[in-house]
C-alpha cells in the first residue's frame, strides 16, 4: 500500500507537469538602477532617508511561469546624520556626526509570480506582481579599534534580502522591472565610518536601550531593471518516468 500511495503521488506530479504542451526555461540578464537607504540608531523608521544612488545588475534562471532563481549584485550608497530632529541619545556628544558609505551587495534570491507570466502558451501573461525572498552577504570597510589603533577592514556580512516587485513582458526577448527589497543585515555598523567614530566600534554614542529590531542594521533598495533573453529552450513533455 505505501508503495501504491508512492506511484499515485509520482503519477500526478507528472501529469500536472505536462499538463502544458511543452516546458520552457530562459537565462535572462540586465542592468539595475535606483536609490537606496539606511534604517539603524541613527533612522529607526523613516523610509526614504537621506535616499543614495544605488546601481547593480540581474541573472534570473526562468524555470516556468511561476518561479524563477536570481543572483544579484548592487552597489548601494547610504547615509545619515545626529542630532535631527525626533531623535535623541541622552550620553551623545553634543558634536554632529555624520556618515556616508558604500555597500557591495550579493544576493540569491528565490522569486514567485502573482500570476502567469510569458507562459509559452498564454500570448496574455505579459503583466505580474511577485514576491522575492533569500539570503546574500554584504561586503563594506568595518570599522575596528585594536590596542588604541583605528582601522577600517573590508569585511563579509550575512544579510536577509525580501521584497516585492512588479514586471512586465515588454519584447520577445525583453522584461521591465521596479521593486522595492530590504536587507536585513546581521551587523550593527553600517553607520560607523572611520575616524568619525568618538567611542568605539559597536556605540558612537555609548546608548545602550536600542529597539531589539534595529539591534541589526537594514537597509533598502528600490530600483527599475531591464532583463534580455540569452538562452531560451522549450521541452516537449516526456510520456513515462
Known sequence: MPHLKLLLLAFAATVFSCS???????????????????????????QFYNVQPAVGGIIRYVV?????????????GISGSYPQPDLY???????????????LDITTMLEINFFSFDHPNIKESLFTPYLTLGVGSVFYKRYTE???????????????????????????????????TLRKVFADDLDLVGHQTPVDGSNPFGFSDTAFTHNNDWYSVVGVYATFTLFSRRDKCRDGF
Open 146 to 180: 585594536d590596542n588604541g589603533n583605528h582601522d577600517e577592514k573590508p569585511t563579509f556580512v550575512l544579510s536577509l534580502p525580501f521584497g516585492a516587485g512588479v514586471k512586465w513582458k515588454a519584447t520577445e526577448w525583453m522584461n521591465l522591472g521596479a521593486e522595492w
Open 20 to 46: 502544458n504542451i511543452s516546458a520552457q526555461w530562459k537565462l535572462e540578464v540586465g542592468p539595475l538602477v535606483g536609490i537606496s537607504w539606511y534604517n539603524g540608531d541613527f533612522n529607526p523608521s523613516k
Open 64 to 76: 516556468n511561469d511561476r518561479v524563477a532563481f536570481r543572483g544579484g549584485l548592487t552597489l548601494a
Open 89 to 103: 541619545f541622552p550620553e551623545s556628544s553634543p558634536n554632529r556626526y555624520r556618515f556616508n558609505r558604500e555597500l
